[in-house]
């Protein structure tokens, strides 16, 4: 497993902006493909974002594409999320992970993320 820990999050208006960073560690970091996800209240957690290891590869879900930028800083150890145009429906626990990390894995604690109108 790659220890995790997620930041960035907080309460931001509707059409703001915020930078989520993932801090994971481990040798093997830089082999992995990384996600990010995220938790609405009530709801099951769900894909977000992908990048592969040398950032060739990147993938995002429908409903942020546009607006959201997935990278990645191999020498750091770091993921990072930049969210613009921030919607209330993007209010969530957004976590980082391994692509591919089942419900039953190993995940970090997320960060905060509140959307107001």
């Known amino acids: 497993q790659v220890p995790l820990v997620e930041s960035g999050g907080g309460l931001v208006q509707a059409g703001g902006s915020l930078r989520l960073s993932c801090a994971a560690s481990?040798?093997?970091?830089?082999?992995?493909?990384m996600a990010w996800f995220r938790q609405a209240p009530g709801k099951e957690r769900e894909f977000v974002a992908l990048i592969s290891r040398n950032s060739h590869g990147i993938a995002y879900t429908d409903s942020v594409k546009g607006r959201f930028t997935i990278s990645r800083d191999n020498a750091k150890n770091m993921v990072y999320l930049q969210m613009i145009d921030l919607k209330p429906e993007d209010t969530a626990v957004y976590y980082c992970n391994k692509e591919g990390t089942p419900s039953s894995g190993y995940w970090g604690q997320g960060t905060q993320v509140t959307v107001s109108s």
């Open positions: 481990g040798r093997t970091f830089n082999n992995y493909t």
